[in-house]
């Protein structure tokens, strides 16, 4: 009888360890997740305004293309993300928050119809209305479609977001090595991509580090937009 007893208080015992266990992992999960939607989220408002604030000075060398009210727009989504310099040219300046009439179906319409002139920017921009469903019905894989149209451009902006994907599986499945391609390229000229490239750079094995590196090399030997042509000639 006493030995029944002691059987089950150890039992019990391994059972209270093992549901500790279990919440701590779930506890630490969570938190590691909450933190890197976290980063995600801010690296995603510096892409917006960048992109908003670059498509601006873009479009103001296509003179009678797009109008002053279409510039001043996307200076205006620019500063509402805190992008610095929008923040100085805004400076003494009417706060030019209220400014905005560009939403949803607009917007969405206005970076179409920058896309149509090849530019990166109205590329990542329509990328961003299919993931936000915003002007557009939530659709990741033309979102991605888009992305990887400017990332083949070599638009830093969007090989981020699409390093970002991989890394996650976002509308694609989970690639750790595409991951790590789009985030070194992304890197060479967005800064932020860095910490990214560099954390995920320890969760590839050797042999995921030379497909990776070979696939960085090809695509750096590729002329802009090359690759795309490539894609687009294997689907016919």
């Known amino acids: 009888m006493l030995g029944a007893i002691k059987i089950l208080v150890v039992v019990a015992f391994v059972g209270v ?120 019905e939530h659709n990741m894989s033309k979102a991605i479609e888009c992305w990887k149209t400017a990332a083949n451009l070599r638009d830093p902006l969007s090989q981020w977001s699409l390093g970002v994907c991989y890394e996650h599986g976002l509308g694609t499945s989970k690639d750790l090595v595409q991951a790590y391609v789009w985030l070194s390229l992304s890197a060479k000229s967005f800064k932020p991509a860095e910490n990214d490239r560099y954390d995920l750079a320890f969760m590839l094995d050797k042999s995921q580090h030379q497909e990776a590196n070979r696939l960085i090399e090809q695509k750096n030997l590729m002329t802009p937009g090359e690759s795309s042509a490539n894609e687009a000639i294997q689907t016919v």
């Open 17 to 136: 360890i093992m549901v500790v266990v279990i919440l701590l992992f779930t506890f630490n999960y969570m938190r590691h997740k909450k933190a890197v939607q976290k980063r995600i989220l801010a690296k995603k408002q510096l892409c917006d305004g960048q992109s908003c604030w670059n498509l601006a000075e873009h479009l103001e060398k296509l003179p009678g293309v797009f109008s002053e009210h279409e510039l001043q727009q996307c200076r205006v989504r620019a500063f509402k993300q805190g992008f610095a310099p929008a923040l100085e040219f805004f400076a003494g300046k009417p706060d030019p928050s209220s400014d905005t009439d560009f939403f949803g179906k607009e917007w969405f319409e206005f970076v179409s119809k920058v896309a149509q002139h090849n530019l990166n920017e109205g590329f990542y921009q329509q990328g961003r209305c299919y993931e936000d469903g915003k002007g557009v």
